[in-house]
């Protein structure tokens, strides 16, 4: 349950939405299985897994979703052999060169047929709403995963006035000026790794890992030009992570300040465990988050 990365939003206005509400919503579009001509279905399922039919679980106020994608596969190496010999038997029986237009319907066609013989694969993206802090937090690596939850949340409830983070300064000058001086804030240590790329359009990137960032050598490509877009850090013990030049937050761990927390919980089942890892990692991530802020003059747009 612990997040790996982190899509940060921030509410534009106070969300006052009751929990009970939230959970009556979400009831409109809950996960389906796909049926058998569906390329993908998308919607809602309970956090807690099989054990509750809940779609909003909520601990000291946090609110947590979680939504489900299931999506066919077909390989395209199979969609193309198949293609070419229904294209080929066509062409031969009619003495004639099919054109583009009827290719792409033969095309749609075939993958209409496989359809419902393709296997699946599905996956969860977690989500969780601070409504006294002003936080949306997406457990994605990637924009378009959450975007992609951010739109059926939309579609639920009617609006959703979230922003991702802005700054007055680009984290990237900030890490940069960081890695060039050795100036990281105190509560910030700079670890082993980063990624630099130079201004110029289609500039070349530099990936360093495992890598001793105070060398000369690192140096040199800074003084060169080159600009930080992802860096190893770690904020005062307790969080270990990369943040890139649009303040995503991947590889998220946990560290032993943390976890230490944890094992002072006796939890009687999963639902306990669940609740107490969730607890532990909002309460921390409610104390980083700001700091994030801090961090990159971000400008914060809660009313």
């Given at each position: 349950m612990w997040f790996k990365n982190l899509a940060v939003y921030r509410f534009n206005e106070p969300f006052n939405l009751p929990a009970d509400q939230v959970e009556?919503?979400?009831?409109?579009?809950?996960?389906?299985?796909?049926?058998?001509?569906?390329?993908?279905?998308?919607?809602?399922?309970?956090?807690?897994?099989?054990?509750?039919?809940?779609?909003?679980?909520?601990?000291?106020?946090?609110?947590?979703?979680?939504?489900?994608?299931?999506?066919?596969?077909?390989?395209?190496?199979?969609?193309?052999?198949?293609?070419?010999?229904?294209?080929a038997e066509i062409e031969e029986r009619e003495a004639r060169k099919l054109p583009q237009k009827e290719r792409t319907r033969i095309k749609d066609e075939l993958i209409f047929e496989l359809l419902p013989r393709a296997f699946s694969f599905s996956r969860k993206t977690f989500a969780y709403i601070d409504s006294q802090g002003g936080w949306l937090v997406v457990d994605a690596a990637s924009p378009k995963k959450a975007e992609d939850l951010l739109t059926l949340l939309r579609k639920c409830l009617g609006s959703l006035p979230v922003t991702p983070l802005t700054t007055e300064l680009k984290p990237s000058v900030v890490m940069t000026q960081w890695l060039l001086t050795h100036s990281a804030p105190k509560d910030i240590v700079v670890?082993?790794?980063?990624?630099?790329?130079?201004?110029?359009?289609?500039?070349?990137?530099?990936?360093?890992?495992?890598?001793?960032?105070?060398?000369?050598?690192?140096?040199?490509?800074?003084?060169?030009?080159?600009?930080?877009?992802?860096?190893?850090?770690?904020?005062?013990?307790?969080?270990?992570?990369?943040?890139?030049?649009?303040?995503?937050?991947?590889?998220?761990?946990?560290?032993?300040?943390?976890?230490?927390?944890?094992?002072?919980?006796?939890?009687?089942?999963?639902?306990?465990?669940?609740?107490?890892?969730?607890?532990?990692?909002?309460?921390?991530?409610?104390?980083?988050?700001?700091?994030?802020?801090?961090?990159?003059?971000?400008?914060?747009?809660?009313?």
């Open positions: 009556q919503k979400l009831q409109q579009h809950p996960f389906q299985p796909c049926g058998g001509h569906d390329e993908f279905s998308f919607g809602w399922t309970a956090p807690l897994g099989k054990s509750t039919d809940t779609l909003l679980h909520t601990v000291n106020g946090f609110m947590m979703v979680c939504a489900k994608k299931e999506e066919k596969v077909i390989p395209a190496s199979v969609i193309n052999e198949m293609l070419q010999e229904r294209i670890e082993d790794e980063c990624e630099l790329r130079s201004p110029e359009e289609e500039g070349g990137i530099i990936r360093c890992k495992r890598h001793d960032l105070a060398l000369p050598e690192i140096k040199n490509h800074l003084d060169s030009g080159k600009q930080v877009i992802k860096l190893a850090m770690n904020w005062a013990d307790r969080l270990s992570f990369v943040l890139d030049e649009n303040l995503s937050v991947k590889r998220l761990k946990f560290l032993d300040l943390i976890q230490d927390q944890l094992a002072d919980i006796e939890a009687y089942d999963e639902v306990e465990q669940f609740d107490a890892d969730f607890s532990i990692m909002t309460a921390e991530l409610a104390r980083f988050l700001p700091r994030l802020l801090e961090l990159f003059n971000a400008e914060d747009t809660i009313k």
